[in-house]
C-alpha cells in the first residue's frame, strides 16, 4: 500500500481541482494496469501474408517468373498487394471498433472535482482524486479513507479470501498494513464494494497501485469462440481438406493426361483457390465487431460479442420498471399523515403553487430525509431533501449538525432501512425508518384496523401509479444498540407517494415487441397496484400479476407454469430475479434480463442476455452482463433487438454468397479439364474474382439495412443452424445455377468464337453472375427489382468498380494479353453480361413463390 505522501495532505471534499488532475495525469501517466498489447500492422501484415489464399496466390506468382512469364507473374504479385490492402483496411477498420468498445468497456469512477461529483473513465482517475465509493462499485485505484459508514470490500482479488474486511477510517496512516485486514482505512484498486459506502484519497494509481505492482492485468472485453464460430471453423477445415484433395488430384490428372506440368499446376492452384472459404473467418471478425460499434451508437454496448448472436432471438425480455420504463426521475406528489384514531390526513404537493407546507405533515417530511443520506444519490432520496428544502427550508426541522451515529441497511429479509442520530439538544438518540409500506408497519407493531385504514391509503396512491414509502420515528437511550429494528420502539408517522413519469417513446416500443413477438415481464419491487398501473400506461400487459410473496410459496415446477403466463413480477427482491430467469429458460425462452445491483449480477449471468444499466448501475452488474444500456432506456433494448436481427441476417445473407459464389468459379476451374475443354481460369482470373467477393461478403452485406418487416416476424430459433439445411441448399444450388449458365456460355459461344473469346465470353458471364448472387442474396424473400432500389452506398461501388476493371481486362490490349482474352464485341460483351444476370433467375422464381404463398396465408 503506498501511503499518503507527506507533502498532499488529505483533500476537502471539494476534490482536486481540473487543472490539477489534467496535470497529473501528464505527469504520472493513465489508472492503466500492464498488458492487453494492441495489434500493429506490422502482425496484422505478417498473418495476413500467412493466410493459404495469399499463399496460394504467392505460390502463382513465383511459378510464373521462374518459367519466365514476367507480366503475369507481376500482374498476380499486384493483386498480392491490392488483396493485402483490402485485408489490412477490414482488419483496421474491425480493430478500430474493438479499440473503441474496450475505451467504453474499460471502468468508470466517480469523484469529486471542483466540488462536483464527475462520472470520469477509470483510466483518467489521478493520485489525489477524491473517490465516491459506493456499494457494487470496484474501486479504481488504491486510496485511503476520508470517511465511511458501515464500508465493507471484497478483497479476494489480492487475497484469495472471500470473506469482505471492514473499512473504517483513521486519523493516523496505518504502517505495515497490507490487503485483508478489518478494520484499516485503505482501500484497494480492483476490489469490490459490497456493503455501505465512503469517501477515500487515491494514493496509487496503475502500476504503482497494489495489484499493478503485482502484475495482474485485466481484460474488460475479452475475445471467445461463439457457437457460429466453431461451426464455421468445422466448415472451413473441411471444405479446405476437400479443396487441397482435388486441386491435387487435377493436377496429377491434367499432369499425367496432357504432360504439361506447368499448366497442371497453375490449374491446381486455381482450384485451390476457387474452393478455398477463406472468407468465412473475415465475415465471422468483422460483422460481430461491426456490429457491436453500431450497438454502441445506438447506446448499448456490448461487454461480450457472442451476445450478438443470441439478441434477434430473444423471445422473452425481463425489464425494471424505475429508470428504464420510466425516466427515474422521483418527485414527491402526495403525502398522507397518520394521526392516530382518524383515516389520516392527505396532501398533493404542488411545487409550483405551494409554499407553506402545514403543521400535520412537518415530521413526516422531517424524518423521510433524516432516514436518508445526507449527501444523496438515490432518486427518491433526493426528491426528499427537494422537498424538504422547498417547504422547510427555514425552520427546525432540517437538521445538517446532527451526527450519524448508526445504519441498518436494506434487507431482503426488511424492505426498510434505518438511521440513528445524536441531536446537538437532548440525551436520547433519534431513529428515523423509511421503506415499504409493509416494512414499516411491520415494524410499528400496528393493530388490525390501523394497518387496514394504511393499506386503503397506499392502494389510493397505488391506483394512481405512484410508487409509496412508509416513514417511522422511534427513540433510544443510550449507544447500545439493538442487533435488529425490530427491537426499536417505532411509531407509523405517514407515507409519501412519488411520481416517476414513463419515458415518451415506451409505448411505441413496447408494441414493436409485440409485434416481434417478443413477450415483455416487467420487473418491480413496487406495489402490484402501482406495478399494474404503469403497465397499463406503458402499453403492456398487465392481466397477470406475480407477486414476490407468492413466488417464495412455489417451488420451482410450479414457477415455472407461473411463468408461462406472468407479465408483471411486482414485490420482487434482487435475489429472485434469478429464480425467474431459470424458470423462463426452462421453459424453453430465449431470456433477456435487465439490472443494476449487486444482488442482480448473478441473474444477468444467468440470462442468455443480461443487460446492466450503464448510468445507475453498479460496476458488479455491469461485469456480469453481456450488454450495457448507456441511457438507462427501454427503448435502447428494442433498438438493440432490431440490430441483433438485422446483424443476424446480413451474416446469413453474406455466407449464403460466399457458398453460392464459390461453385461457379470452382466448377469451371475444374470442369474443363475433366471434359477435356480448355483451362477456363488460371490464378490471375480467380485473383480478380475474389477482388470482387472479399469486399462484397464483408462490407457490403455488413452495409445492408433493416430488411422490412424483420420486427414484424417471431424470434428465431436459437438451435436452428445460422448456416445449414434449406440456406445451404440453396445457396448451393443458386451457385450451381450460376455454374450451368456458365457452362452453357462456354458450349454456345465455342461455335463462333476462338479460345481467347470464350474465355472472355465465359469470364463476363462469371464477373457478371457474381454480382448477380449479391443483389439476389440482399433479401431472402424480396425481389431483384427492389434490391436495385435499396440504399447501400458501398455495394454501388464495388459493383462500378468490378464492372470498370472487367472492362479494361477485356478491352485494353495488354491486359487481354495477361488474361489470355481475345477482344469481345460490344453485342457479345452484352450477350455474356445478361446471361450472367439471367443465372439467378430461378431464384428470383422461388422467392416470388414464398412471397405469394405469405400473401395467401394472410
Not at 348 to 354: F, M, P, S
Amino acid at each position: 500500500m503506498v501511503l499518503p505522501p507527506v507533502d498532499t495532505p488529505l483533500i476537502t471534499q471539494e476534490g482536486l481541482g481540473t487543472a490539477q488532475a489534467t496535470q497529473r495525469l501528464q505527469e504520472e501517466g493513465p489508472n492503466t494496469l500492464p498488458g492487453g498489447q494492441q495489434r500493429t500492422w506490422i502482425g496484422l501484415i505478417r498473418e495476413t501474408a500467412l493466410e493459404p489464399m495469399f499463399l496460394l496466390l504467392l505460390a502463382a506468382a513465383s511459378l510464373y517468373l521462374v518459367f519466365g512469364e514476367l507480366q503475369e507473374g507481376l500482374i498476380l504479385f499486384g493483386f498480392v498487394l491490392a488483396m493485402m490492402g483490402l485485408t489490412l483496411y477490414q482488419e483496421g477498420k474491425t480493430a478500430h471498433a474493438l479499440e473503441a468498445l474496450r475505451d467504453l468497456t474499460s471502468p468508470r469512477a466517480l469523484v469529486v472535482r471542483d466540488g462536483q461529483r464527475q462520472r470520469i473513465a477509470g483510466s483518467n482517475v489521478v493520485r489525489g482524486d477524491l473517490l465516491v465509493l459506493a456499494e457494487g462499485d470496484r474501486i479504481p485505484a488504491d486510496g485511503v479513507l476520508v470517511s465511511a459508514s458501515e464500508l465493507q470490500v471484497d478483497e479476494s482479488l489480492l487475497t484469495g479470501e472471500a470473506v469482505p474486511v471492514r473499512k473504517v477510517m483513521s486519523p493516523a496512516p496505518v504502517y505495515g498494513a497490507h490487503p485483508g485486514g478489518d478494520d484499516l482505512p485503505y482501500v484497494y484498486s480492483g476490489t469490490l464494494v459490497v456493503r455501505g459506502h465512503g469517501l477515500a484519497q487515491v494514493t496509487a494509481t496503475g502500476p504503482r497501485s497494489e495489484i499493478g505492482r503485482i502484475g495482474v492485468a485485466l481484460e474488460t472485453v475479452g475475445e471467445e469462440r461463439s457457437p457460429l464460430q466453431k461451426q464455421t471453423a468445422q466448415l472451413v477445415r473441411t471444405l479446405a481438406l476437400i479443396a487441397f484433395g482435388m486441386s491435387l488430384l487435377l493436377v496429377l490428372i491434367y499432369g499425367l493426361l496432357r504432360g504439361d506440368w506447368l499448366a497442371a499446376l497453375l490449374a491446381g492452384i486455381a482450384l485451390a483457390m476457387a474452393m478455398l472459404p477463406e472468407e468465412y473467418p473475415v465475415v465471422l471478425t468483422v460483422f460481430p465487431a461491426m456490429g457491436a460499434w453500431r450497438l454502441s451508437k445506438a447506446n448499448v454496448l456490448t461487454r461480450r460479442v457472442a451476445a450478438i448472436e443470441t439478441l434477434g432471438a430473444t423471445s422473452v425480455l425481463c425489464v425494471d420498471k424505475t429508470g428504464t420504463l420510466t425516466e427515474n426521475r422521483m418527485t414527491v406528489v402526495e403525502l398522507h399523515a397518520h394521526v392516530p384514531g382518524s383515516p389520516g390526513v392527505d396532501m398533493e404537493v404542488n411545487y409550483l403553487t405551494q409554499t407553506q407546507l402545514p403543521e400535520e405533515f412537518h415530521t413526516l417530511v422531517e424524518y423521510s430525509i433524516l432516514a436518508s443520506m445526507a449527501d444523496p444519490f438515490d432518486p427518491m432520496e433526493r426528491a426528499f431533501h427537494r422537498l424538504g428544502q422547498h417547504f422547510l427550508k427555514d425552520t427546525e426541522h432540517l437538521h445538517r449538525d446532527w451526527t450519524l451515529m448508526r445504519e441498518y441497511a436494506l434487507t431482503p429479509e426488511l424492505r426498510a432501512m434505518s438511521h440513528v442520530w445524536r441531536a446537538v439538544v437532548g440525551e436520547d438518540h433519534l431513529v428515523a425508518a423509511k421503506g415499504s409500506p409493509e416494512a414499516i408497519v411491520d415494524l410499528c407493531h400496528l393493530d388490525a384496523e390501523i394497518q387496514s385504514r394504511i393499506a386503503a391509503a397506499v392502494d389510493a396512491m397505488a391506483l394512481r401509479g405512484l410508487r409509496v414509502l412508509g416513514v417511522a420515528q422511534a427513540r433510544h437511550a443510550g449507544e447500545d444498540w439493538p442487533a435488529i429494528e425490530h427491537d426499536f420502539e417505532f411509531e407509523f408517522l405517514g407515507l409519501l407517494g412519488l411520481a416517476d413519469p414513463l419515458r415518451a417513446e415506451i409505448v411505441e416500443a413496447a408494441a414493436q415487441c409485440r409485434t416481434a413477438g417478443i413477450r415483455i415481464v416487467m420487473i418491480t419491487g413496487d406495489y402490484p397496484v402501482t406495478a399494474r398501473t404503469i403497465a397499463a400506461q406503458a402499453g403492456l400487459n398487465a392481466s397477470n400479476v406475480l407477486s414476490g410473496d407468492a413466488m417464495r410459496r412455489l417451488d420451482d415446477v410450479q414457477l415455472q407454469e407461473r411463468m408461462k403466463t406472468a407479465t408483471i413480477c411486482a414485490r420482487i427482491a434482487p435475489d429472485q430475479k434469478l429464480r425467474i430467469v431459470q424458470a423462463l429458460k426452462a421453459n424453453g425462452e430465449i431470456v433477456a434480463m435487465t439490472g443494476d445491483g449487486v444482488n442482480d449480477a448473478p441473474a444477468l449471468k444467468a440470462a442468455h442476455v443480461g443487460i446492466a444499466m450503464g448510468g445507475r448501475g453498479t460496476d458488479v452488474a455491469r461485469e456480469a452482463a453481456a450488454l450495457v444500456l448507456l441511457d438507462d432506456n427501454f427503448a435502447s433494448i428494442v433498438r438493440a433487438v432490431q440490430l441483433g436481427r438485422r446483424i443476424f441476417d446480413n451474416l446469413r445473407k453474406s455466407m449464403s454468397y460466399i457458398l453460392a459464389v464459390h461453385v461457379p468459379i470452382a466448377g469451371m476451374a475444374l470442369l474443363p479439364v475433366l471434359l477435356g475443354w480448355p483451362v477456363m481460369l488460371f490464378p490471375l482470373h480467380i485473383a480478380f474474382l475474389e477482388l470482387v467477393i472479399d469486399p462484397a461478403c464483408s462490407m457490403v452485406f455488413e452495409n445492408e439495412p433493416l430488411e422490412p418487416g424483420a420486427m414484424r416476424r417471431p424470434p428465431r430459433d436459437p438451435h436452428a443452424l445460422l448456416f445449414g439445411g434449406m440456406t445451404l441448399a440453396l445457396a448451393f444450388l443458386q451457385g450451381a445455377g450460376v455454374l450451368l449458365v456458365a457452362c452453357g456460355a462456354y458450349l454456345w459461344s465455342s461455335n463462333w468464337l476462338g479460345e481467347g473469346g470464350v474465355r472472355a465470353f465465359v469470364f463476363v458471364t462469371l464477373v457478371v453472375g457474381n454480382l448477380a448472387l449479391i443483389f439476389s442474396n440482399r433479401s431472402r424473400n424480396g425481389s431483384f427489382l427492389s434490391a436495385l432500389t435499396q440504399p447501400n452506398r458501398v455495394l454501388w461501388v464495388v459493383t462500378g468498380t468490378a464492372l470498370t476493371l472487367l472492362l479494361l481486362t477485356v478491352y485494353v490490349p495488354w491486359l487481354a494479353h495477361l488474361f489470355l482474352f481475345d477482344a469481345l464485341p460490344a453485342t457479345e460483351f452484352l450477350l455474356a453480361a445478361a446471361l450472367g444476370g439471367l443465372s439467378v433467375l430461378w431464384f428470383e422464381v422461388v422467392k416470388f413463390s414464398r412471397r405469394w404463398t405469405a400473401a395467401q396465408g394472410h
